[in-house]
């Protein structure tokens, strides 16, 4: 079965480093969501590309995280510098056109722990 | 108010029981998505539905929309079962989600 691959799927680091987290999604998808996962707010949408190009970005904080596409094949989340308030799990997902009637396929997630 | 209301929000169970949990929304929708998390795993997409009833082995997920209101059945429910089961909907250009019911099946 195809897969979104994220990696890595777990990070450990102290606060001020960057965090680059990167998915690859279903060959063929041409959406691609970011999204964050806290015990406190849930899931919570922080980006997505269709077509590789960024439509929404509303829920990132935009002054530390930036997300891109630089090709159909990887899609990238970076944090810098990093904060303890970022410590999260991150799920990239993909699907095909509009994602809000077409089902999404989510990865493993990254587990990222800012001490 | 949550836009997305999940209930309830923890659920036991004992092997073979019947299990429903609610999902009400407020806002416009184009479909309405069930995803399933195991403990420390992935998510899963258990079902995404505009208007009636779908069914997949043991689950069974409804919606009404003049209601705004969908529930997931589980049949004979089983410990593989565990898991927190999240209610999301399409609105606009983005899925909102509610807050998960955490569903524990005994043996």
């Known amino acids: 079965d195809a897969r979104v691959t994220q990696t890595p799927r777990h990070k450990v680091t102290e606060m001020g480093q960057e965090v680059t987290m990167r998915c690859q999604p279903i060959?063929?998808?041409?959406?691609v969501f970011w999204y964050r996962q806290t015990m406190m707010q849930g899931l919570e949408l922080l980006a997505y590309?269709?077509?590789?190009?960024?439509?929404?970005d509303s829920g990132m904080p935009k002054d530390r995280f930036s997300a891109e596409m630089p090709d159909a094949t990887l899609a990238t989340l970076k944090i810098q510098p990093s904060e303890p308030r970022d410590s999260a799990v991150y799920f990239c997902a993909s699907g095909y056109q509009t994602y809000s009637n077409q089902p999404q396929h989510f990865g493993d997630g990254t587990r990222l722990s800012i001490l | 108010k949550n836009e997305v209301e999940q209930s309830p929000q923890n659920l036991t169970a004992q092997e073979g029981e019947f299990i429903t949990i609610n999902c009400s929304y407020s806002?416009?929708?184009?479909?309405l998505h069930w995803l399933q998390q195991h403990p420390g795993g992935g998510i899963v997409s258990l079902f995404m539905l505009s208007s009636g009833k779908k069914k997949h082995g043991r689950l069974i997920a409804t919606i009404n929309i003049q209601e705004k209101h969908s529930s997931l059945h589980i049949t004979a429910s089983h410990p593989r079962d565990s898991a927190v089961y999240i209610c999301a909907v399409g609105s606009t250009d983005k899925l909102i989600f509610g807050t998960g019911t955490r569903l524990q099946v005994f043996p």
């Open positions: 806002v416009g929708i184009s479909a």
């Open positions: 060959l063929g998808h041409n959406t």
């Open positions: 590309f269709r077509n590789r190009a960024p439509l929404d």
